[in-house]
């Protein structure tokens, strides 16, 4: 399984754009990159997934360079309902594949 | 469309008793995950079921922990006999045709003392 490597915390203000970065250097072929969101006390939720260029759904925005050593989740003009940690997770999404999470990244939103 | 439904939302026993956490899947999903989440750590997986067939159990501790999935719907988690580092956050979840997609229920927290 690729390995992930993610800012272990951020901090921004409400109305601004966040970007958070992942680094998968040993990313496969099969490979997606996912991202989910956790609030406190709940379960973790899926935003998007992608494999190469960029995906956009009505929550964010996934950029994916050409080598997909790396990968960019875009959260657009944030509130304070944002604020929760941010896991990329890399894998195949087919047959068996399982998920494996790291730390995340904590984003905090202010006023 | 339900969610992922889990009971108990909260348990807290003494070491070496025994618990036990139950998880109804969204309807039709065929795979089920359970997951140990401790404080400051992203969930770790601990047994994967494709319909009543297990398929990963590879971090469960099967000296302690079982789970079952008994006609492919429903599912259990138990811990017999729990250790103070169970205290944790147990997490259901469920997908479909895409394993990457899962649905998360809303956890069991579990603090042993």
């Known amino acids: 399984l690729a390995k992930t490597t993610q800012p272990i915390s951020m901090d921004s203000y409400e109305g601004q754009e966040v970007n958070i970065t992942c680094s998968h250097n040993?990313?496969?072929?099969?490979?997606?990159i996912t991202w989910y969101q956790q609030f406190p006390s709940q379960g973790p939720r899926f935003i998007i997934q992608?494999?190469?260029t960029k995906v956009t759904n009505e929550v964010a925005s996934l950029f994916i360079p050409a080598d997909r050593k790396s990968s960019t989740l875009s959260l657009p003009r944030v509130s304070l309902s944002d604020t929760a940690v941010y896991y990329c997770?890399?894998?195949?999404?087919?047959?068996?594949?399982?998920?494996?999470f790291g730390k995340g990244t904590m984003l905090l939103v202010s006023p | 469309e339900a969610g992922v439904a889990q009971s108990p939302r909260y348990k807290i026993i003494e070491k070496r008793q025994s618990v036990a956490f139950w998880c109804n899947p969204i309807?039709?999903?065929?795979?089920l995950y359970w997951y140990q989440q401790i404080l400051g750590q992203g969930p770790k997986l601990l047994i994967q079921?494709?319909?009543?067939?297990?398929?990963?159990d590879s971090q469960l501790p099967k000296d302690r922990f079982s789970a079952e999935r008994l006609k492919g719907v429903d599912s259990t988690l138990k811990i017999q006999p729990a250790k103070l580092e169970d205290s944790a956050v147990y997490l259901c979840?469920?997908?479909?045709?895409?394993?990457?997609?899962?649905?998360f229920g809303p956890g069991t927290r579990l603090t042993v003392t």
């Open positions: 309807s039709g999903h065929a795979t």
């Open positions: 979840a469920s997908s479909l045709d895409m394993p990457n997609e899962q649905y």
């Open positions: 992608g494999y190469k």
């Open positions: 079921f494709q319909n009543n067939g297990v398929v990963d």
């Open positions: 040993n990313i496969a072929t099969n490979d997606y």
């Open positions: 997770l890399v894998g195949e999404d087919s047959g068996y594949s399982t998920l494996t």
